[in-house]
């Protein structure tokens, strides 16, 4: 009897339902023969049920976990099978839109590159025509991040006149890149100053062709100098940083923050008077609210989400770190642009490739003074410079403040014979 009820159990597999019916019924069957058709001694049955009892729960129970795992397992295989089907069709799904954004990258580019060999076709071609019956264009001058400069002429007034013309981009950035285009002439205008470059006109052709009419500059930008140059003399120096803040001082007036100050927007204008300094590019010019000194919500949604504009090396800590900022960030790069015309290199310089250690030297270091590659730095100019660059955005002068403290030795100095050097005009750079 114990083998049978072993066997049903295990031997023939049974289910535990099944197979707990079929010992009870043994069991049962084994106590009625016992009592009634074979008498057995009631201690002899007792003894014998308790074996028979321990062996259907030994039973049961080894078969009903059995049986459990086995479901477990057979529910545990069927879920990965279900989810490796789901796996498999999003791999599928993902592989399909990776083909997708393959060939949609390389329409793209492709498109770009017919749109630039369209525009540099369009370039060669504009010198002498005319747009919208007022302006003709003439030689190229040069590009910018984006258009490319022509020099014109005003039809209605015979005037000279720099005509910049839109480079258009591929895609959604098309539009945002017309808009920055657009917002650059209307920054500009904000800003009535006679060190800030003039912009007369923004128009859309017939032709469907964006242009920005300005004042035609004569001369150089202050980068092109110093390539040239390597460093200028500290007054000539102290004379163009001075001009710059003017031009910065009114723009902050105004609500605006330049946000890309260095050398290749700074140009020195070979005017009738003499060499005048002429701020330019205001194309990534960001408004802020006059009263809370912080950014302007919309004037941000103008800007690529996520996207640092500018040039790394004349970045304030604070916009590297991506904190609130206001016209402190023009006169830190101005900092920089002074130290580096009058040292010969800038503050700081990595050698590794990217703009990350470079960043963090900015954020982390302290720049050694200009003297230390110059000797004809006075200690009174490294100071000026180390505090337009301090890393504390309150511990800066304003832009108007810098431009006195650059003035102060300038027109205070006397040459040679004891007559008094004369002052430097809003505008005017001293010769050497």
Known sequence: LLLAVMYAFSLVRLQVMHGTAVTLLTVGAYVATALWINPTPTVLVINNLFFLISAVIIGFSASYFIERYARNDFLQRRLLAERKIELEEMNHALESRNKALAESRAETIRTAKRSELIYSALSEALPGQVLDDKYRVEDKIGSG?????????????????????????VGSGSTESLERFRLEGISACRIQHANAVSVLDFDVSAGSLAYMVMELLEGRSLAEELDDVGRLPPDRSRAIAAAVCDVLA??????????????????????????????????????????????????????????????????SPERLNGDPYDGGTDVYAVGVMLYEMVAGRLPFESKARGNWSLAMMIGLTEAPPPSSFNEAVSPELDAIVLRAMSRTPADRPSAASLATLLRDRAESRSLPGGLAAPSLRTGDVATT
């Open 145 to 169: 991040n984006f258009g490319t400069v022509y020099r014109g002429v005003h039809l209605h007034l015979n005037h000279p006149v720099a005509i910049k013309v839109f480079r258009p981009t």
């Open 250 to 315: 009114a723009a902050h007036e105004a609500g605006l923050v330049h946000r890309d100050v260095k050398p290749s927007n700074v140009f020195l204008h070979q005017a009738k008077e003499g060499e005048q300094v002429k701020v330019i590019d205001f194309g990534i010019a960001k408004l802020i609210d006059a009263d809370t000194g912080l950014l302007d919500s919309g004037a941000a949604r103008r800007t690529a989400t996520g996207v640092l504009v500018g040039t790394p090396a004349y970045m």
